[in-house]
């Protein structure tokens, strides 16, 4: 079945650090790619997403690059700040089991960024 | 656009006892998802609607679960005699045909 595997956290970075966090996927079709974000306390964000590969997603400073021959989505931020504090999801939907577009999400990984 | 909300927030019961929550998707998203997360996991696949019917359940949906949302509208979540392994947050989330998701703030469920 389908599945995302994410970098394991936390994550500790001083402002203004360059981030990335790993994701691979494995899936039986053509998925979408999605990154997530969840601020302490609230509900889960759609940070950005891409449909097919080579595709860049990118929102607030945030990047991912869908590579389909290295399975990879993996998130980037040249500078972080403080607020970027929170746990990130990888996750897709792989439309090839179905017509539901349920995703599938990695365990997180919890981002703190330090003054 | 007010976005999803959900209802309650937080649940406290008891074991054995019964528990309902609602979701309130963004007004015309014919698809609603119903997910689950556990402490330092993410956000499971429940169950799936499109409009009014009930299109796909994960296995994760034991036959104390049971979702309806009737007239394609607000959707709710009903888990009957809860366990401890019930705790979770339950998160909803609507969208337009196969667009992107959009997530409630959930409902936080303790069972003591």
């Known amino acids: 079945g389908d599945s995302v595997t994410q970098m394991e956290g936390p994550v500790t970075l001083s402002e203004e650090a360059f981030l990335t966090i790993n994701c691979t996927y494995t899936?039986?079709?053509?998925?979408?790619l999605f990154w997530y974000v969840q601020y302490p306390g609230e509900g889960l964000q759609l940070l950005l997403k891409?449909?097919?590969?080579?595709d860049k997603g990118s929102n607030k400073g945030f990047e991912a690059t869908y590579r389909k021959e290295t399975t990879s989505f993996h998130l980037e931020k040249g500078s972080v700040q403080v607020s970027d504090s929170a746990v990130y999801f990888c996750?897709?939907?792989?439309?090839?089991?179905?017509?539901?577009?349920?995703?599938?999400f990695g365990k997180g990984t919890l981002l703190t960024v330090n003054p | 656009d007010t976005g999803v909300s959900q209802n309650p927030r937080h649940k406290i019961t008891k074991r054995g006892q019964n528990v309902t929550f609602r979701c309130d998707p963004i007004s015309e998203h014919n698809r609603l998802y119903w997910y689950r997360q556990t402490l330092g996991q993410g956000p499971e696949f429940l169950t799936y609607?499109?409009?009014?019917?009930?299109?796909?359940k994960s296995r994760l949906l034991s036959d104390r679960f049971s979702a309806e949302r009737p007239k394609g509208s607000f959707s709710t979540l009903e888990i009957q005699r809860t366990e401890q392994g019930d705790s979770a947050m339950y998160l909803c989330?609507?969208?337009?045909?196969?667009?992107?998701?959009?997530f409630g703030p959930g409902t936080r469920l303790l069972v003591l």
């Open positions: 891409a449909t097919k590969a080579d």
């Open positions: 989330a609507s969208s337009p045909p196969m667009e992107t998701q959009y």
């Open positions: 996750a897709l939907s792989d439309p090839s089991g179905g017509s539901n577009y349920k995703l599938t």
């Open positions: 899936a039986t079709g053509y998925p979408s």
């Open positions: 609607f499109q409009n009014e019917a009930q299109l796909e």
